[in-house]
């Protein structure tokens, strides 16, 4: 697979696409002020225990407090929490050894939370999902700090290798290698990018996890809740870290600073891909260039079209999304089961696409088109798992009921992506309404005589063609030539079919517009 991250640099922050064979599949904006976004880490505050949701509301900072239940809290919560009040405390230069930190006992999983936070203490917290709606962000206690190849995760030593790693013997060797580089009080995930990797490389991978929790560490010194601690890192180098492997053949970035960075960073975590890393500068916008503008205005919108006619509406409510399949008017065939199986399919395909590209969360019904035989509804299954094999975000799918439903629930971790491709009429500016016809003429003869009476000489007026062909209408009967009968001069008209019926425009002699 082919795979493109095109990145556009705008006055009101970055956008990000990722394409797969020259299609859209994910679009990321990035604010210049991204707070609470996921992954970041902040010193809160309790504020309010919950006993009958078992859960605290924590003061991070933002507008409303974050909730925090009990079973995001982690089992070595106890350690978190003496951990965090020794690094806030701890004057020295280099702060203490974490690797000789002696942890508490672990919690219950059906503990109460006034057990573990009843004198409302500061936390080292980390967001789980950004607040969406009318909610603030959710938190955890998990505490956990991705890199390319491994996932550190402090306060135990558990070394757990990713289950996507088919070969028993590959997964043996990374455990040995991990078990024998890492330190005391640091549990490691070894993710699926790391297999067939050498020793140096996850060493390496390793090391820099450290030490961004010793910067964690130097941050909570002397730190008052609420506050931040660490930020993820920007979206670009997070996907890139995610993403990156063999199919990945081309990144373009307008932008200097941008490009500049991104090509570090390629070069610290994979130098043999830095040649893929390239600087637009063509003059035309980068998405219109790469055809993603179009994709966009295409994509979103209640409803998408597909090619062969199938069409789909989409709904988005608070609880939930409802998308509903409907046939197209192009038949493969006379039997109608195939063509609902080959719409289905279709359909399956782009809506695989469209949760990724609108990072869709939470329950998703899909009304498919109906089908009668039940190897066709496994068939349409099946094929859902695998165009959603490619989306990061945990899912889970049911197969079709008989009431030929098909059930998703998706993580939801940030707002959905919600772009508006209707454009304001120019003619009514979105009122619905447009000044009345029969005084256009009037308004266009009122600007001519202020223009002739302030001496602009060699005028051309530019209307819409039927405005055209209404004031050259006639041999010396016309418009035009009452002007030139009435002002002793002759005014050009020109037809342009990109204006709006009403819309007219005055040039001077060197073809430059008139503001007026």
């Given at each position: 697979m082919n795979k493109e991250l095109i990145i556009n640099a705008a006055p009101t922050g970055v956008e990000i696409a990722l394409l797969e064979d020259k299609k859209l599949v994910e679009l990321h904006h990035e604010s210049g002020n991204p707070n609470f976004a996921v992954g970041d880490l902040y010193l809160g505050k309790v504020k309010k225990l919950i006993p009958g949701l078992n859960a605290a509301f924590v003061d991070v900072g933002f507008e409303k407090d974050a909730f925090l239940h009990y079973t995001d809290l982690s089992p070595y919560i106890r350690s978190i929490l003496k951990f965090t009040a020794t690094a806030i405390s701890d004057k020295t230069p280099e702060g203490f050894d974490f690797t000789k930190f002696k942890n508490e006992p672990e919690i219950v999983k059906t503990g109460k939370i006034t057990d573990v936070l009843g004198g409302k203490p500061n936390i080292l917290v980390q967001i789980l999902k950004e607040p969406i709606s009318s909610k603030g962000p959710r938190l955890s206690c998990e505490i956990s700090l991705p890199g390319r190849f491994i996932v550190l995760t402090p306060f135990n030593d558990i070394v757990a290798v990713s289950k996507k790693i088919h070969s028993s013997e590959e997964r043996k060797r990374l455990q040995k290698i991990v078990e024998a580089i890492k330190a005391p009080n640091f549990g490691v995930i070894v993710r699926t990018a790391a297999e067939g990797k050498k020793t140096a490389e996850l060493h390496e991978d390793l090391t820099t996890l450290v030490q961004t929790w010793k910067n964690i560490q130097a941050n909570l010194s002397g730190a008052q809740a609420p506050q931040k601690i660490l930020s993820e890192q920007t979206k670009t180098t997070s996907i890139l870290r995610d993403l990156l492997n063999e199919s990945f053949n081309r990144i373009v970035i307008n932008d200097k600073n941008i490009y500049t960075d991104t090509k570090?960073?390629?070069?610290?975590?994979?130098?043999?891909?830095?040649?893929?890393?390239n600087y637009y500068n063509n003059g035309s916008p980068i998405f219109d260039n790469y055809g993603i503008t179009r994709q966009v205005k295409a994509s979103f919108g209640k409803t998408v079209n597909l090619d062969s006619g199938v069409y789909l509406i989409i709904e988005a409510t608070e609880a939930l999304h409802v998308i509903d399949v409907n046939s197209g008017y192009k038949s493969s065939s006379n039997n109608q089961e195939q063509n609902a199986l080959a719409s289905n399919l279709e359909a399956a395909a782009e809506i695989a696409r469209q949760l990724r590209l609108r990072d869709l969360g939470g329950i998703i019904i899909i009304d498919f088109i109906d089908m009668k035989l039940p190897e066709n509804k496994k068939t349409v299954f099946e094929a859902m798992e695998?165009?959603?094999?490619?989306?990061?975000?945990?899912?889970?799918?049911?197969?079709?009921?008989?009431?030929?439903?098909?059930?998703?629930?998706?993580?939801?971790?940030?707002?959905?992506?919600?772009?508006?491709?209707?454009?304001?009429?120019?003619?009514c500016k979105g009122t619905g309404k447009i000044g009345a016809s029969m005084l256009i003429l009037e308004?266009?003869?009122?600007?001519?005589?202020?223009?002739?009476?302030?001496?602009?000489?060699?005028?051309?007026?530019?209307?819409?063609?039927?405005?055209?062909?209404?004031?050259?209408?006639?041999?010396l009967t016309s418009k035009q030539w009452k002007w030139y009968f009435q002002y002793k001069k002759w005014i050009k008209l020109k037809a342009d079919s990109n204006y709006h019926l009403t819309e007219y425009r005055f040039f001077d002699a060197n073809d430059e517009e008139i503001k007026l």
């Open positions: 570090t960073y390629i070069q610290k975590i994979a130098p043999e891909k830095q040649d893929i890393v695998k165009f959603m094999s490619q989306d990061r975000a945990k899912h889970t799918i049911l197969p079709i009921s008989k009431f030929g439903l098909m059930q998703i629930t998706r993580q939801r971790v940030k707002p959905e992506i919600t772009i508006s491709v209707a454009e304001d009429c120019p003619a308004d266009i003869e009122k600007n001519l005589q202020y223009l002739l009476n302030h001496q602009h000489k060699g005028l051309t007026i530019c209307v819409h063609p039927i405005l055209h062909a209404y004031l050259t209408k006639g041999f």
